[in-house]
């Protein structure tokens, strides 16, 4: 039984006619075909075939073979009833080395794409980077290295050269936080790095990677919006202490600050750097005012929150925090806490702090592991969860924040990093035997949605 909160009639009217609904994806954890036509691996074909880093030992080699069902996947978010696909584009694919020659076939393949979508309505928002460096890049330090960022502009504007006038949107890259301290500080992600110094110097030549790319989108296409996807933590202190209120602080310039700052302000905040600028790689004169650029939009991704407090052990490193517990005692399968007003929260104060331009929702889901029942996927929380945050999106725009779409994260259930395949984000479930699409109670209630969107538009 549907109630007000979760009905799709009553929710979509809450939206303007112009609102975007979509669904998204990334490359390496949907495309598969990992070899063919021309594609290289990237440090995540490395990084998951290495012991103990990936559950199971899973990979990217299949996934869920979208590049070899492009065109049943493009009907399928076409029946979904959507006006968007945020998809990200594979660099191994386009410059299989990084640097040297281009790969014409990769190209191909996204030509297809992103026809395939206009063919069928659909708007393209692309992600150039997410996250599945060249591997042969990393003999030159990957991300620690200043000349990745000039390969990455290289890469840049190769893609929008090919496909830039056909896009509706392209960010430079997905959720930094993750390719800089989940991968080279938490040793999480692919390359797996433990270390600051190593996460510092993957910092600022993203940032300056972020800026070139700007440069090199805006001199092919000046037309096309380009912005940039993060994933801003929304800090909670643990207590109203003042050791836990300055721990919430240094803990926001470590995690958002150091994306924010360089970006919409062009300076690194003054309470990091005066804990960590002397580990940082030389700031080049030019550099923040490369990275300091107007974009037209920026996409948050946001799932949970975090819930810090201060960690008072001398020589504790910055930002010295310590997690607190949830408030909440709703969890999704993979342990994220279920708190929807702090999507609101995180979008007013960042909103407080900087000059932030037009936003997109560009992930939002739960990880529930239903399977197939009867044909079926009952996953009632998935779809409690993405009401509930749509619910405060509209709240939001009813505040007058520019919010001008939301992308369901994700359209399929697939490869979800470290976790394998044992974790499902999908609104669509995927049987990886067989590679059966079975649209989830949670998809078939988002499709009500966009449809009566559609025509209230």
């Not at 708007?123 to 000349?147: E, I, Q």
């Not at 529930?368 to 009952?378: F, K």
């Not at 035997?433 to 109670?441: G, L, N």
Request: proline residues 6%; hydrophobic residues 40%; charged residues 25%.
């Amino acid at each position: 039984m549907t109630s007000l909160k979760t009905d799709p009639k009553t929710l979509a009217a809450r939206f303007p006619a112009d609102f975007i609904f979509g669904v998204a994806t990334a490359s390496f954890q949907i495309e598969g075909a990992a070899k063919a036509d021309g594609r290289k691996p990237s440090i995540w074909d490395a990084f998951s075939n290495m012991p103990g880093r990936v559950f199971g030992r899973h990979n990217g080699d299949v996934a869920c073979n979208h590049y070899n069902r492009l065109e049943d996947d493009l009907d399928l978010i076409k029946s979904l009833g959507v006006d968007a696909y945020r998809f990200s584009i594979a660099w191994p694919r386009i410059i299989p080395d990084g640097t040297g020659p281009i790969n014409e076939k990769g190209l191909d393949f996204y030509d297809r794409l992103v026809d395939g979508c206009k063919a069928r309505g659909i708007k393209t928002f692309a992600t150039l980077y997410h996250w599945d460096l060249p591997l042969t890049l990393s003999g030159d330090g990957g991300w620690t290295a200043r000349s990745t960022a000039y390969a990455y502009q290289r890469y840049a504007k190769t893609v929008i050269a090919r496909l830039g006038d056909r896009l509706d949107a392209v960010a430079t890259f997905n959720e930094p936080w993750c390719s800089v301290w989940l991968s080279h500080l938490y040793g999480i992600h692919a390359p797996g790095e433990r270390s600051m110094d190593a996460a510092l110097h993957a910092l600022h030549f993203t940032n300056l990677a972020h800026g070139l790319g700007v440069q090199a989108i805006r001199e092919e296409r000046p037309d096309l919006p380009v912005g940039i996807v993060i994933n801003p933590m929304h800090v909670i202190p643990g207590s109203d202490s003042a050791a836990d209120r300055a721990a919430s602080e240094r803990a926001f310039d470590f995690h958002n600050g150091v994306f924010f700052g360089p970006i919409f302000k062009g300076a690194y905040p003054e309470r990091f750097l005066s804990a960590l600028g002397e580990r940082m790689p030389e700031i080049e004169d030019g550099d923040l005012d490369i990275i300091h650029q107007p974009l037209d939009w920026w996409g948050i991704n946001y799932y949970t929150p975090m819930r810090i407090a201060d960690d008072p052990r001398e020589g504790a490193e910055f930002p010295a925090t310590v997690p607190a517990p949830p408030v909440s005692q709703v969890k999704t399968d993979i342990g994220w806490e279920v708190f929807a007003p702090a999507l609101g929260d995180c979008i007013r104060t960042l909103n407080a702090r900087y000059d932030l331009p037009a936003c997109y929702i560009t992930e939002n889901g739960a990880c529930y592991n239903m399977s197939v029942v009867d044909g079926i996927v009952d996953d009632q929380p998935r779809l409690d969860y993405i009401a509930d945050h749509l619910a405060v999106t509209a709240d939001l725009i009813a505040e007058g924040y520019p919010m001008k779409g939301y992308f369901a994260w994700s359209l399929m259930d697939n490869f979800e990093w470290a976790e394998g395949y044992r974790m499902r984000f999908g609104i669509v479930h995927v049987d990886y035997d067989t590679q059966v699409r079975t649209i989830k109670k949670s998809g078939e209630w988002y499709q009500a949605l966009a449809r009566a969107h559609g025509e209230a538009g």
